[in-house]
């Protein structure tokens, strides 16, 4: 099975994954392999959320025989009928042999991404082309790395080519019948540059009209994504004819950027937006940050996985967040204690764990809550300011965040975010799901001059599975 350059190997077989053969882990998807036809795969760990990407790279994946020296491979050159924009994450291949397609699911989103129709709604969506390509190999060549080093070329003819033009469908329409937008981004954010900046590699799109962010939950249209060059330029091509909205991120900053204006598309026209600028939540300066904001939980804390869970696909470091048992990592690394980050001197890339996830006490019907601390000292504290706590989750999932700034027997949390998430990105291996960000206003009486910490107490416990990830916090000091 191959679904990238680093995750490629040999199989079990469907059937090693049968009670008789296997033990099942914490979810029925997730296997032991105790007593597989093939001796070399004992030990190890299957779950098809291990082979999960995002739509943005579900471009090709596929099975090799090499008794038969031929692969098989699904090839997908556009993205523009997928649900939940670039980031969005679903099955790709996986062991059976099996090699999906997914055009809609709730994986990684929840039932946020549900689609619903009201009564006498009409309404219609082309779902693909999708290519099933088949090629071959002389069996005395390497026919693995033969057949998908020729996989690859044929993805980059399928892309070069579309949109297709031998299609008949009315749904399908060809390249003279799109248009195109195009653009430039600019950032403007004073507490870190006087200038505006350059949005580098953001990623702008155009989808249905909604609110900020809601192309993260749309499901009934296309969308169509871009990312801008080192000036912040983006060009948006092959869209088809309709009414969009454009959208985007911005790498290093938080939020959400949603041009305020409803574009229209016709077959051949090429709108020019000139120059747009992004004004990301900002009330004051940085007084200190904890991560990088991403939309990911990447650059945190990923610990090894415990070696009786191993699966030899995740064992690039770029996938290493994909292996199994990973939530049950925090209870053996942190036995006498939870998260302690002090500002200054932690390193988040080390002290801060990926997930903030529970207490595996060993006994599934008694999970502990846990509440993270974030130590750090203020010299001057303006007590009639309001502060920002800045406040971005990669995910969440039937999680309840609340927040107490030096006094965590207080009763009421000053915050919390109530009960949210669907997106069980923790259990399907993922490093993010959608994307929250919350602006809290701190009054300054809130703090004291000196030693000061905030509890971060994930409240849940109804399931293993009840977390968040975080992508990025800020404290701001008062409006200046």
Known sequence: MAISDTRQGVMPRGEDRDNTRSQTLAFKEAVLMTNPSNPQFRGEVDDKYQYSCENKDNKLHGWISDDDAVGFWIITPSNEFRTGGP??????????????????????????IDVTYKKGEAWRKAFGPVLFYLNSASSDDDCRKTLWNDAKRQLSEEIESWPYNFTRSEDLPHAGDRGEVCGQLLVRDRCVDEELMQAQSAFVGLAVPGNVGSWQTEGKGYQFWTETDYTGRFNIKNVRPGEYNLYAWVHGFIGDYKLDLNI?????????????IYDPPRNGHTLWEIGIPDRTAAEFFIPEPDPTFVNPLCLDAADKFRQYGLWDRYSDIYRHGDVVYTVGVSDYSRDWFFAHVLRNTGNITDLSTTTWQIKYNLQDVNEKGN?????????????ELQIRFNNLDAIQPCFTTTRIGYDNAVARHGIHGLYRLYSINIPGNRFIRGNNTIFLTQSRSHALFDAVMYDYIRLEGPAV
Do not use: E, R, W
């Open 264 to 276: 229209t598309i016709q077959p051949g026209n090429k709108v020019n937006l000139g120059t747009l």
């Open 87 to 112: 980031h969005k994450q679903d099955l790709t291949s996986h062991v059976g042999p099996i090699a999906l397609s997914m055009f809609v699911s709730t994986h990684y989103t929840g039932i946020d």
């Open 387 to 399: 502060y920002t706590l800045q406040l971005a989750l990669a995910a969440a999932s039937y999680a």
